[in-house]
Nanobody, 122 residues
Framework: QVLLAESGGGLVQAGGSLRLSCAAS????????MGWFRQAPGKKREFVAT????????YYGDSVKGRFTVSRDNAKNTVYLQMNSLKPEDTAVYYC???????????????WGQGTQVTVSS
């Protein structure tokens, strides 16, 4: 069973940047698509980005398109989320997850990390 661990969250001012990492252990992610989701207090979990197994295809949620970039390093069993031009509305717990093929649907993902908090101050 693969374990996913997010890191890199924190407090940042609006307009700033953060880079999240999602490291896998106990299993591989190299043959799988990966995704990032987020959940703000009192809101449903929201799709952020997904990347295919090789890293040459990505897809983003409308709210982050043009500001966030998902990438991966299969040799390191790690996926990244580069977040630029952050806004207060980006404040949420960010989760990474593993799926078979790229998807924006939460139910398609089987393995999830515990999440990392991102807080953007105005």
């Amino acid at each position: 069973q693969v374990l996913l661990a997010e890191s890199g969250g924190g407090l940042v001012q609006a307009g700033g940047s953060l880079r999240l990492s999602c490291a896998a252990s106990g299993g591989t992610i190299s043959s799988y698509a990966m995704g990032w989701f987020r959940q703000a207090p009192g809101k449903k979990r929201e799709f952020v980005a997904t990347i295919n197994w090789s890293g040459d295809s990505t897809y983003y949620g409308d709210s982050v398109k043009g500001r966030f970039t998902v990438s991966r390093d299969n040799a390191k069993n790690t996926v990244y989320l580069q977040m630029n031009s952050l806004k207060p509305e980006d404040t949420a717990v960010y989760y990474c997850a593993r799926t078979t093929v790229m998807s924006g649907r939460e139910r398609d993902y089987v393995y999830w990390g515990q999440g990392t908090q991102v807080t953007v101050s105005s």
